[in-house]
């Protein structure tokens, strides 16, 4: 029952964080946000690595999957926050939905592995529901091909899939929870970069309590302990059973931004989420089930 738990704990947790994320934009620029969200969570984190007694221990081989992967990992999440910019968090949670149907066609692409015809149905389905709800409805009217934010949150699925794939076998080879460490500090350390040649770096400005309570929960909950949790839950139930409870995310994201947000909930959004949810069912049949976790 516990192992249960925690997972649906995790994914409720994740699809909260475009909320957060949502109110986050409007008082702090995109890489202010993941800079804080990696200050924050990174000390959490290490401090449940030594309460666990997980050693961090890399060899000379592990360290191009720690830059690239830290590398790709810092992108995805400053193209996220960008998206929500001019996005809601409902149309962030639905879109995110498709991260195993493009981490499928990049395996393909990048290792070779087949798709199969219920890969190929299930991203078409997919992309009818996504087209669905960029256009909100009005697919004829092309203008919705202009929608930044939706398309940057599509985005972020491909660099979180190219995440997936560059840290694969480093995570098989070493404790996740230590490679997540590793990968969080060389995102931390690009994202101080940016800031430094930015001239960013050191502007302090007050939050309100709202976006306040949202970072720690972006950093908290949505980075450190989220982690945790999926980690345990899928060491104690394995991969393919784990990756069955991502299918709450979405629903985790609506439940939460329609009354928090005040975003819309109608025939729309539930064809167009249902649509995406379906393809994604029917793109994983058939395969092992392995599903890494998304954000």
């Not at 949502?22 to 995109?30: G, R, Y």
């Not at 929870?177 to 400005?205: F, K, N, P, Y």
Request: include cysteine.
């Amino acid at each position: 029952m516990l192992p249960h738990l925690l997972l649906l704990g995790v994914v409720i947790i994740w699809g909260c964080t475009f909320i957060a994320t949502k109110i986050l934009v409007a008082e702090l620029h995109p890489v202010e946000i993941v800079a804080a969200r990696l200050a924050i969570g990174i000390p959490v984190l290490g401090g449940l690595l030594l309460a666990k007694r997980v050693p961090l221990r890399f060899t000379r081989a592990d360290l191009t999957a720690l830059l690239v992967g830290g590398t790709i990992f810092a992108v995805h999440f400053v193209i996220q926050a960008a998206g929500l910019v001019t996005t809601t968090a409902t149309n962030t949670g639905w879109i995110i939905a498709v991260t195993p149907l493009v981490l499928a066609v990049l395996s393909f692409v990048l290792l070779g592995e087949r798709i199969g015809g219920g890969g190929i149905a299930g991203i078409a389905i997919a992309t009818a529901g996504i087209a669905l709800l960029v256009s909100r409805g009005r697919i004829a009217d092309l203008s919705w091909l202009r929608s930044t934010g939706d398309w940057l949150i599509l985005l972020s699925t491909l660099t979180w899939s190219l995440y997936t794939v560059s840290t694969r076998n480093l995570v098989r080879r070493r404790d996740p929870l230590a490679v997540t460490l590793g990968i969080l500090t060389v995102a931390a350390a690009c994202v101080a970069v940016v800031m430094v040649l930015s001239g960013d770096l050191g502007r302090i400005r007050p939050l309100s309590l709202r976006a306040t309570a949202a970072l720690l929960y972006l950093a908290i909950p949505g980075m450190a302990i989220g982690q945790w949790l999926w980690q345990e839950g899928v060491a104690r139930l394995g991969a393919a059973r784990a990756g069955l409870y991502l299918y709450i995310e979405p629903l985790s994201t609506v439940a939460a931004a329609v009354p928090l947000l005040g975003e819309p909930f109608g025939p729309v959004v539930i064809v167009g989420g249902g649509l995406v949810l379906a393809g994604v069912y029917v793109g994983q049949r058939g395969r092992d089930g392995r599903r890494e976790p998304i954000e």
